[in-house]
């Protein structure tokens, strides 16, 4: 019988500043349950650290990071959580909402986002009550970019590499909806993923910069494993 699964994947970039796809995992559900097998795949293949996660608003993941990698720094993606801020809000209101939600992520410090925040309530809490509720029960992941410069934050507070990976393999897997088996899928997706993989030739834009940043939010765990 057919059985519909997602596969989930995980983009790292090391500290010379390079993008590689650590692995693909397929599941019928997600689950803190799932996420920790991930993330103990992952440490026992090698990766010691990870200093931030850059993360959508998966089940069970952000309690996974915290159990397998409990230094790590969570962002949730500020994309996934506007759209679904305006999931549910009329059409002819998305534009106006769109624009005030900007001055709580577009804010210069955290404090000046809730405060954009609170106004924000204060405007649609009524008509919108969800909106708020969100972004204030998921603030603690939402709100980790503020504390740190700009180029950091332009890398984080979105998961804006997965996006563009997942876009390539949307390109393989349009024209087929059903595979065989899982050895079928996974190898079509390896093949699309090395193709994708060839053409991130460049570093990390502005890396000296961030990577220099890194070792001041991060000196002690970033001495470990490099000529600090």
Request: net charge positive.
């Amino acid at each position: 019988h057919v059985r519909n699964k997602a596969v989930y994947a995980i983009v790292g970039i090391d500290l010379e500043g390079n993008k590689e796809v650590l692995g693909l995992w397929a599941s019928e559900t997600e689950s803190a349950k799932f996420w920790l097998t991930v993330l103990n795949e992952l440490k026992n293949r090698g990766v010691k650290d990870i200093l931030i996660f850059a993360v959508d608003g998966l089940t069970g993941i952000v309690d996974a990071i915290r159990s397998v990698y409990s230094e790590a720094e969570i962002q949730r993606c500020i994309v996934h959580q506007i759209r679904n801020s305006l999931k549910y809000v009329s059409w002819k209101e998305r534009k106006v909402v769109a624009h005030d939600l900007k001055g709580i992520y577009k804010a210069a410090t955290e404090k000046e986002a809730l405060s954009s925040l609170d106004d924000f309530e204060k405007k649609w809490g009524k008509r919108y009550p969800h909106i708020s509720k969100s972004w204030r029960e998921n603030w603690g992941e939402l709100a980790t970019y503020f504390k740190y410069p700009q180029e950091i934050r332009t890398l984080i507070y979105t998961t804006n590499p997965i996006e563009s990976l997942n876009r390539g393999i949307k390109k393989v897997t349009k024209t087929r909806a059903i595979f065989p088996n899982e050895d079928a899928l996974f190898k079509l997706l390896y093949l699309a993923i090395d193709d994708i993989s060839k053409r991130w030739t460049m570093r990390i834009r502005d890396w000296s910069v961030i990577y220099s940043q890194l070792t001041i939010y991060f000196e002690e765990r970033l001495r470990k494993y490099s000529n600090l």
